[in-house]
């Protein structure tokens, strides 16, 4: 099966001191694995060779598809293959869900407002997302990964942690790096897209890791390169820093992670409070985090952006009312339950609100999640304009703990 837009039209070249010279090699092509370190495959000749000295003990990874929306719209169009795709609202309102490698050497990115895309790359081809046909890929992709390990934390429908440790797969199995890089082979074999690894001993630096070398991109971090490695990053790599923090940081002068290494624990605790304390083990290369297959959703939603700004209460509820049976039927598809509503406004400025009530019981039903999201609606429809609405619920619980029957329901 052919592969489309795999191929950066810009070479990255992985940090090389996230290679070591010494250690096991393993081919990625032909799985081939060598102890004594090999830069190129004596089996297949291949020079896509994955090696390090810690290779075969390292288990936590990070897998994330390659432009995955608008590699599986090319993969269904041939036709698509060498030309610069941005899957997305074509309304001059819409923003860019995902921008193909080739048109993001134009400035096109994820979650910038389509109007500025199409400015930046006139001539892209823009499809709209075809949400339904992007979940059967990424079940697809979850089911190549289950028959590696059975610790599968979903972040996305393109991106995912995998814990591949003696724990969790048993002994006797394939080296954690081989049996990924056995996976990435068949999704591109069965399912026809690709995906970069990351692959380290924590979940923080996995998820730097599979950024290094994308597309189709396999990196590893070790233990001992992490504090060298982490050191030249910029703050906003650290999960949980993010615009606001690292600019307050920016302006007492810190802006790499290497500056971050150099103080105290008690020091990262009194400048940034209970933050700091997980601050500390990020910037040394600590992650306590366990991958956990259960709870990866946290909250299910819809939201859609207005064509024409809104301001009325009535127009707002209008809007959000067929966002809640969405809701609903994703939560009676999943067997879950919220216990919270969460509203979310985009003002014609840009600004974003979000506002919440909490339910006397967990919910599936679409009336109950409208009737708070009305509430909601009408405490901010204060004549301030708004570009897009949303709607969701958190606290997700069990569907068997949703909606007891009420008298009428059992008689």
Known sequence: MDIYDTASP?????????????????????????PD??????????????????????AIAHIDCDAFYAAVEKRDNPKLRDKPLIVGSPGGRGVVTTACYIARQYGPRSAMPMFKARKMCPHAVIIRPNMSKYREVSRQIRAIFLDVTPVIQPISLDEAYLDLSREVRGEGDEP???????????????????????????????????????????????????????????VKKIN??????????????????????????????????????????????????????????????AETTFATDLRDAADLKEQVRPMCERVADRLKAKGIAGGTVILKLKTADFQILTRNRQLSQPTQKENLIFEQAAVLIEAEADGRVFRLIGIGVTDLVSGAKADPPDLFERL
């Open 10 to 34: 810009v070479a990255i070249k992985p940090l090389e001191r996230v290679c070591s010279s010494t250690g096991p090699s393993l081919c990625r092509d032909c799985l081939g694995w060598f």
């Open 176 to 234: 954690p790096a081989v049996a990924l890089a056995r996976a990435a082979l068949r999704i591109e074999s069965e399912v026809g897209i690709t995906v970069s690894i990351g692959l380290a001993y924590n979940k923080f630096l996995a998820k730097l890791a599979s950024d290094l070398d994308k597309p189709r991109g396999y990196s590893v971090i070790g233990r001992e390169e992490a504090l060298d490695f982490l050191s030249d990053l910029p």
């Open 37 to 58: 370190g090999p830069l190129d495959c004596p089996n297949c000749g291949s020079i896509r060779i994955v090696n390090h000295a810690e290779l075969k003990e390292l």
């Open 240 to 301: 949980g820093v993010g615009a606001v923090t690292a600019k307050k940081m920016a302006e007492h002068g810190i802006e790499t992670i290497g500056q971050l290494q150099a103080m105290s624990d008690d020091e990262l605790v009194g400048r940034y409070g209970r933050f700091g304390r997980r601050l500390a083990g990020f910037v040394r290369g600590e992650d306590r985090r366990k991958v956990s297959s259960g709870g990866a959703s946290k909250s299910v939603s």
